[in-house]
Nanobody, 116 residues
Framework: QVQLVESGGGLVQPGGSLRLSCAAS????????MTWYRQAPGKERELVAA????????NYADSVKGRFTISRDNAKNTVYLQMNSLKPEDTAVYYC?????????WGQGTQVTVSS
């Protein structure tokens, strides 16, 4: 069955960095675009970054452009989110997701807290 397992979250001070990972299984990972979303308390889930199946193209929310980098390793069935210059407003649960045949598959999420 399809599984997406995020890891790498934690508590970090403003200005710090974290790298999130999303390990995928149960589907042909290299055939699908992958995305990272986040949801802060009391807010709607929002798209953070996306990457095409080959990794050749990426897109970012304006709020993270220049600070976050999405990448993937198709040999390891893993997508990453490198987060630099973190701000308190980046605090959220981060999820990876992909869509197949009009069905969305989500991981369980990993908490990122940016606080001094």
């Amino acid at each position: 069955q399809v599984q997406l397992v995020e890891s790498g979250g934690g508590l970090v001070q403003p200005g710090g960095s974290l790298r999130l990972s999303c390990a995928a299984s149960g589907f042909i990972f290299g055939a699908f675009a992958m995305t990272w979303y986040r949801q802060a308390p009391g807010k709607e889930r929002e798209l953070v970054a996306a990457i095409t199946h080959s990794g050749g193209s990426t897109n970012y929310a304006d709020s993270v452009k220049g600070r976050f980098t999405i990448s993937r390793d198709n040999a390891k069935n893993t997508v990453y989110l490198q987060m630099n210059s973190l701000k308190p407003e980046d605090t959220a649960v981060y999820y990876c997701k992909f869509r197949r045949f009009d069905n969305d598959y989500w991981g369980q999420g990993t908490q990122v807290t940016v606080s001094s």
